[in-house]
């Protein structure tokens, strides 16, 4: 049994931020991205755990960063003796991607043995590594896991005590899901079903837009052909004999006997448990079945005005057969993670509130009855816990835990006692790297909503010493301070070439959408920004920034902030912009699908077709629209499936001769995932901010030329100054 979310742009409910800030669009289509050929490479060489001796500390470099090693699933046997883990690690060389497979016991003293390479990393449609727990036999002997080995995804068969895999299904297309039955006899799988689109007959006779999909320089072709055809198939494997044959519904049903959100293959259980109109409107989004198939608990997003003024994610609870819901918790930032203990009378979930402002972001693990009433606190974990695979007794879990200064390790967790206890720390490197404590900060916003964050100082701050001060965006949720959300911004890079950075969270409490109420939609950009602005203030006052040295970064609904930030405040002096259509330019109207310009524009924006009285509003929040008052200047790093989204912003101020550059990456998509374009990233981001906020240039000759651009665009910001005074 695991309870799983997803890592930090991760972790960061990111399909459900981007929708409600609008910054890119989810079409049917984008799932053709992902299969369309472009993910970063591969090398099967197996990711290693090194031993590492202890030396004298130094600075973090972009290198460091890069090479980290993350946690992409765990799992616990069933018997609590054992954890399976994979990890995986970005190799700059080949501009690829390692994996590993791990087992380790959980007695103390326990070292990991390595099982060999998991295979290709699966990335969605954005570029993020999504993870796949690996899952035990019944008896704890084997260990299963898709993998792709020259051909399509199938589930292979790993020993526990080491050896080559073993490849169990030979299906004819993508197994897209598994697992395995209680008694380990059959394996049931949903297998994909492939694209009916002729490609050649698109190439000739073209191609019907029809508003499914948006303007992207990437091939469309390539979009509509790996759409998958219609609704998977789900198949059943004998492991005695290898038999295959196609699952009846009935057989479905008793394989997911014991099913939670994550054993569901096509939707079976939501469909039996709620109806199609309920899952629309009430936006269910997660379920678990309880052992004894009474009840079900689940989650769900409200954000209907009549409801709340507030989107909450309420966890409620109700009778299979009927009858009204109970709510158990409602979590006002992220939907949190939920499981039924095996003897079905409690649910499990994890509370990430924001209780203390004095204490560190912090993960609560709590449980409470299934007939409703005061949750019970399980432990006060002071790390961020982002995964939960709990033992066949619900007794004892595997976790990925991490915090400020640490990444992802492999940790356990006796649920009865509270005690916790690492079990395997990934990057040993770590302990040899100066990387700075992180300080909590709390402000508010003019409405006296709270918005929060956490701070780092450059290595050998002096006190009374003011310092430049970058602004990493948009998730502060406790865990390790690594990039940014993207991973585009070396936050110990930037501490290590004299920088405070502050990694702020701008997810608030968000407003319901009111159909018409644009002014509330304008919170969105307004809140944040005046929560920056107190910010900056407030280390102003400590004493520990120069507040005319202010730097602003950020994808996504980050990019949002740095393009409304630049264009409606002076609060800024440099700004980087990961792309994505952040600017929110009337452009984004015309290039986006029909299902984003309904949903992202339309409904949670309060925005339509540039045209009339709406042209107005995009007035106030748009950098094209209002270039002309831009001094701030500005790199972009974009995505080439994202990039035509930014091009009237850019057109525009370089028009308008403002200090602006941009670079576009081939194959990537909202985030970058070719280790050699994150480490360029990397570096030309140190170096633009060092350039900007403290006049400081790399002597190495290859970035001559790097310089000699930036000296005609200081030259242009420096002109504008003239001509404001």
Known sequence: MTASCLQKSTLLFVAFAALVHGVFAQSKFELAIAQAGIDAGFDPVPVEIPNVPKTGPRPVISMDLLTLRDVHGIQISPDSKYVAFVLGQAVYDSNSYRTGLFAVGTAKGSRPVSLGSAGPPHWDDINQWVPEDPRWSPDDRYIYRTMKNAGSWQVWRWSREGGAPVQVTHAEHNVQSFFVSSDGAKLLMMVETPSPVDRKKLAEQGILYDGSFEATAQSIIDRIAGTPGGENQVWIQDLSNNSVHKATEAEVAAFTLYSDSERDPLGTIFRKTFTQKEIDELHISTLAISPDRKMVAYSRMVDNPSESEWTTFPLLLRPLDGGPPITLTAWSYYPGLFWWSPDSKEVYFTDDAEVDPNERRKTKLMAVSAKGGKPRLVFDSPSFSRSYSVDRSGHVAAIIRENNTTPGDVALADLSTGEMRTLVEVNPELQNLQIGPAQRIDVFDKRRERFWGHFVLPLGYEPGKRYPLIITTYVDYGGFLRGGVGDEYPMHVFTANGFVVLNFNALSRMRSPKPGDFDSTLLLWQAPM????????????????????????????????????????????????????????????????????????????????????????????????????????????????????????????????????????????????????????????????????????????????????????????????????
Do not use: C
């Open 530 to 725: 005046e929560a920056m602005e107190a910010m900056v203030a407030k280390l102003s006052e400590m004493g520990i920034v120069d507040k005319s040295r202010v730097g602003i970064t950020g994808l996504s609904y980050g990019a949002v902030l740095v393009n409304y930030g630049i264009s409606h405040t002076s609060l800024f002096r440099a700004a980087i912009d990961s792309g994505g259509g952040g600017s929110w330019d009337p452009i984004l109207y015309y290039v986006a699908d029909d299902a984003f310009r309904d949903s992202g524009i339309a409904h949670w924006q309060n925005l339509g077709l540039p045209d009339g009285d709406m042209l107005s509003r995009y007035k106030k929040l748009s950098v094209a629209l209002n270039a002309s008052s831009v001094q701030t200047p500005l790199l972009i790093n974009a995505a080439d499936a994202e990039y035509i989204r930014d091009m009237q912003r850019v057109t525009t101020l370089r028009t308008l001769k403002k200090p602006v550059e941009m670079f576009i990456y081939t194959d990537e998509r909202h985030e970058k995932n070719q280790p050699r374009h994150r480490y360029a990233i990397y570096q030309r981001n140190v170096d633009w901010l060092n350039f900007w906020l403290r006049d400081n240039e790399d002597p190495n000759p290859a970035k001559a030329e790097q310089y000699k651009r930036w000296r005609e665009l200081r030259k242009l910001r420096d002109s504008l100054r003239d001509e404001k005074k």
